[in-house]
């Protein structure tokens, strides 16, 4: 789901749209949504982002990081597991090209992909 579909279901619906989140994107919008969503109750697994480094401000990953959300830079997502919904999600390390790197996969559970990029 979009980050924008998330926020709107826990600010406007009331409505956590998973129990274990993993974001997809760094920048400002994943950032604050992950924060949103840790404040609604829902546990947000780790933020990936495909670039070097974290796009947002800092002081936003600030405080995902304190609530413990692990950030993983230079990763992207490489698939999605489950049998009739989300079960788990598979990140995988990119090199300096953005090419995966095989042999780096982490398997994380999840039950709800956001995608902020």
Same mark, same amino acid.
């Given at each position: ?45 780790? $933020? ?5 480094? $974290?796009?947002g ?24 597991r ?16 953005w ?9 994380v ?5 956001? $995608?902020s990029?």
């Amino acid at each position: 789901m979009s980050s924008g579909a998330a926020q709107t279901l826990i600010n406007i619906e009331r409505v956590i749209p998973g129990e274990r989140i993993l974001m997809i994107g760094s920048g400002n919008v994943g950032l604050i949504v992950g924060y949103q969503l840790l404040q609604a109750g829902a546990d947000v697994v780790a $933020i990936i982002e495909a670039a070097p480094s $974290i796009t947002g401000y800092l002081v936003h990953a600030g405080k995902v990081m304190r609530a413990g959300v692990p950030i993983y830079t230079g990763h992207t997502i490489k698939e999605v597991r489950g049998s009739k919904s989300v079960e788990e999600a598979v990140i995988i390390a990119l090199d300096k090209k953005w090419n995966p790197i095989e042999g780096t996969e982490k398997t994380v559970p999840a039950d709800t992909v956001c $995608i902020s990029v």
